[in-house]
Nanobody, 124 residues
Framework: QVELVESGGGLVEAGGSLTLSCVAS????????MGWFRQAPGKEREFVAG????????WYADSMKGRFTISRDNAKNLLYLQMKSLKPEDTAVYYC?????????????????WGQGTQVTIPS
């Protein structure tokens, strides 16, 4: 069992920056590939970014590439999402998730564990 808890969400002006954190606890957290997803009101949950178990590989949704950076610190069981140049359309609840899968890691259905989410709001 892996427990995930996100933090760092808030209200930020357009063009601003925010860093989300996710602390993991439980069995062998460092063995999991991790991802960030987001869900805006009335929309489906969408993939944001993913990172391999050792941090050696990262992948992003096209619309986030260059603006968002995913990283992890396995010694502290922490996952991060650095976001810059934020836009109103980035407003959503952001979730971190863990998976044992090595393929299909852009799809929410392939993740085994989820956090409760943290709200990010960018007013228009």
């Amino acid at each position: 069992q892996v427990e995930l808890v996100e933090s760092g969400g808030g209200l930020v002006e357009a063009g601003g920056s925010l860093t989300l954190s996710c602390v993991a606890s439980g069995r062998t957290c460092s063995r999991y590939n991790m991802g960030w997803f987001r869900q805006a009101p009335g929309k489906e949950r969408e993939f944001v970014a993913g990172i391999s178990w050792n941090g050696g590989s990262t992948w992003y949704a096209d619309s986030m590439k260059g603006r968002f950076t995913i990283s992890r610190d396995n010694a502290k069981n922490l996952l991060y999402l650095q976001m810059k140049s934020l836009k109103p359309e980035d407003t959503a609840v952001y979730y971190c998730a863990a998976t044992t899968a090595y393929s299909g890691t852009r799809y929410a259905g392939n993740y085994d564990y989820w956090g409760q989410g943290t709200q990010v709001t960018i007013p228009s």
